[in-house]
T-cell receptor
Framework: GAGVSQSPSNKVTEKGKDVELRCDPISGHTALYWYRQSLGQGLEFLIYFQGNSAPDKSGLPSDRFSAERTGGSVSTLTIQRTQQEDSAVYLC????????????FGSGTRLTVV | EDQVTQSPEALRLQEGESSSLNCSYTVSGLRGLFWYRQDPGKGPEFLFTLYSAGEEKEKERLKATLTKKESFLHITAPKPEDSATYLCAVAGGYSSASKIIFGSGTRLSIRP
């Protein structure tokens, strides 16, 4: 596609429920990244994919968070048993080869846990 | 540990009043320094990449410069539409960079 697409754009969920966030990167971009941005805060790295593998998942805050990427394209970030502190904007970005090429970001998914 | 510090946190300027935003960084093996613009409710939008000290890039009213420890984003004669949060970020690593580390941003507001 022309840009990075994320869905849904907004998600309100009850505490304890599981949620899935989707990212569709730019076609041909091999690198894909997930970040989290809490209100008024900077961007927090979560995980990096190169193709379908995740060489760096050091930013995942707990084992409730997981992500996968299939076909070297679409990625899904799953949060199990959501907590109120998970409320944030989750941003996906893709890059042609890696971080040195810079990122193109999607518009994000705003997650609110009530 | 790679680190990016931006100053000031917020900056209010009158239309036409030029200024500079600062980004100080610590990184093991700089592989790229990036500037992004972020509007409310949107993802960051790429502006510039700088790779080595002394490099400069320009786009309309914006000019980014790089030294071994800092980068500056100079804004010349800004307009209200330049109001946004400006993010500085670095990619580091001696062999390759797995991710970009972001600063907390400078919120720029331009009054007409």
């Amino acid at each position: 596609g022309a840009g990075v697409s994320q869905s849904p754009s907004n998600k309100v969920t009850e505490k304890g429920k599981d949620v899935e966030l989707r990212c569709d990167p730019i076609s041909g971009h091999t690198a894909l990244y997930w970040y989290r941005q809490s209100l008024g805060q900077g961007l927090e790295f979560l995980i990096y994919f190169q193709g379908n593998s995740a060489p760096d998942k050091s930013g995942l805050p707990s084992d409730r968070f997981s992500a996968e990427r299939t076909g070297g394209s679409v990625s899904t970030l799953t949060i199990q048993r959501t907590q109120q502190e998970d409320s944030a904007v989750y941003l996906c970005a893709s890059s042609l080869r890696g971080a040195e090429d810079g990122y193109t970001f999607g518009s994000g998914t705003r997650l609110t846990v009530v | 540990e790679d680190q990016v510090t931006q100053s000031p946190e917020a900056l209010r300027l009158q239309e036409g009043e030029s200024s500079s935003l600062n980004c100080s960084y610590t990184v093991s093996g700089l592989r790229g320094l990036f500037w992004y613009r972020q509007d409310p409710g949107k993802g960051p939008e790429f502006l510039f990449t700088l790779y080595s000290a002394g490099e400069e890039k320009e786009k309309e009213r914006l000019k980014a410069t790089l030294t071994k420890k800092e980068s500056f984003l100079h804004i010349t004669a800004p307009k209200p539409e330049d109001s946004a949060t400006y993010l500085c970020a670095v990619a580091g690593g001696y062999s390759s960079a797995s991710k970009i580390i972001f600063g907390s941003g400078t919120r720029l507001s331009i009054r007409p």
